[in-house]
């Protein structure tokens, strides 16, 4: 019974993380792919899940094996990593804000007929997240994942069964094949970048760790930390081939394109399913919809200010105590959900556009975080039992051999050299 009560205190990590996780690229990238390819990338959904793996499992691992999150890692391995880390964060955190925050204000205005605009919709989503964050802090992120857990997968799998009965046999496999043009390699990249998502969530779970860790006063064992994190990633992994086969089933060879505009691509989405499974379905697709996004713009907004304060604690440490932190997590929330909206307004009508610049940044940088997050976990600091298996590290290895050679490709392709 104790050791029931033990393994019930290390779960939340994992669901948080698979919040974050599932968004983008499930609904929208995951949908994307069977809607244009039909079931013909699923083995790529499958291989970018397996490759990335590791380095997603050595966020918890670390801060459960140290009692430290991975920026104390980074730090070890000398404060040009730390910088380089937060170099790679500001370039990236406020794309991927506006990116997951778009796709969900379309969502928003679809389901709720409200008259507010598109930038009022933004504002008031990202306010509701703030507020949730600074005043329910840890404890309430924890417990309210939990239930958008349950609600979205519900929901995803009730729309997934009947596509299934209103479309099976599937006829249509391949008369639309993958051709290698720079077109679909560019739309393969912004597919694995966020596959199933960023690498830097790893830093981000090492956080929700040790906030576990301080919230429960209960510090996991190395297999009650994994347990926690497979249940997050293998559901994840589940809910992307689901997504995929939505499109598969739903979408593919109806000759619709998505549309570029956050609220129009919504509408389409929602079409597509109600037409082919019928409009009874509308509730469930909506819902399953709404809490994917809700829940990555609340964790995405959670996650950059509690990344951020320890950054600045590292390569500031004379400046910066521990009574500012809460100053502190207010003025990185604020400066995020200012660019955020700064560039929704830019990219109004370019929600395709801001998705993939963010996707395709995330792929071309997830070698060097992957390598970090190797190097972390093998260091001397890290008890030999908590280091990763010969297993692990061969799979690592792979996972940064292939995403690097991939990148090159796409690189070379992009720039006419291939």
């Not at 997934?160 to 720079?182: G, L, Q, T």
């Not at 919230?215 to 996991?220: A, E, F, K, L, V």
Request: proline share 4%.
């Amino acid at each position: 019974m104790k050791n029931h009560r033990n393994t019930l205190k290390a779960i939340g990590p994992g669901l948080i993380w698979a919040c974050a996780a599932i968004g983008v690229s499930h609904l929208v990238q995951s949908t994307r792919a069977g809607a244009g390819y039909g079931f013909q990338l699923i083995s790529v959904v499958l291989l970018a899940n397996l490759f990335k793996y590791p380095f997603f499992e050595f966020g918890p691992r670390y801060a459960v094996a140290t009692g430290e999150s991975l920026i104390d890692g980074y730090k070890r391995m000398g404060k040009w990593v730390v910088i380089l880390f937060l170099a790679l964060t500001v370039g990236t955190m406020f794309s991927i804000q506006a990116a997951v925050t778009a796709v969900t204000v379309g969502i928003i205005t679809s389901v709720i007929p409200l008259p507010l605009s598109y930038v009022e919709w933004t504002i008031i989503l990202l306010i509701i997240c703030g507020l949730i964050i600074t005043l329910g802090k840890y404890k309430t992120l924890d417990r309210l994942v939990k239930w958008i857990i349950v609600i979205l997968t519900l929901a995803t799998v009730i729309a997934f069964v009947m596509a299934i009965f209103r479309h099976f046999p599937y006829n249509n496999y391949r008369h639309y094949p993958f051709e290698w043009s720079v077109t679909d390699v560019a739309f393969l990249v912004a597919l694995v970048g966020w596959m199933p998502s960023a690498i830097d969530i790893s830093v981000w779970n090492s956080l929700w760790t040790l906030a576990k860790i301080n919230d429960t006063g209960y510090r996991p064992s190395l297999k009650e930390m994994k347990l926690d994190f497979n249940i997050g990633y293998f559901g994840t992994v589940i809910l992307s081939l689901i997504f995929l086969s939505l499109g598969a089933l739903v979408m593919y060879g109806s000759g619709i394109s998505f549309s570029n505009n956050g609220t129009h691509f919504a509408n389409q989405f929602f079409e597509l399913y109600t037409t082919s499974i019928g409009s009874w379905s509308f509730p469930i697709v909506a819902l399953a919809a709404l809490a994917t996004m809700f829940s990555t713009t609340l964790t995405v907004l959670d996650a950059y200010p509690r990344v951020l304060t320890p950054i600045a604690h590292t390569l500031f440490p004379k400046v910066m105590k521990p009574a500012y932190d809460k100053t502190l997590t207010y003025v990185w929330i604020i400066v995020l959900i200012i660019g955020a909206v700064m560039l929704i307004v830019e990219f109004t009508h370019q929600m395709k556009v801001l998705v993939d610049f963010a996707t395709t940044l995330s792929f071309i940088t997830a070698p060097a975080l992957g390598y970090l997050n190797l190097r972390a976990v093998t260091m001397k600091q890290v008890p030999a039992e908590f280091r990763p298996g010969l297993f692990m590290r061969i799979l690592s290895w792979t996972g940064l051999f292939v995403l690097s050679a991939f990148a090159i490709f796409f690189l070379l392709k992009k720039s006419g050299l291939m």
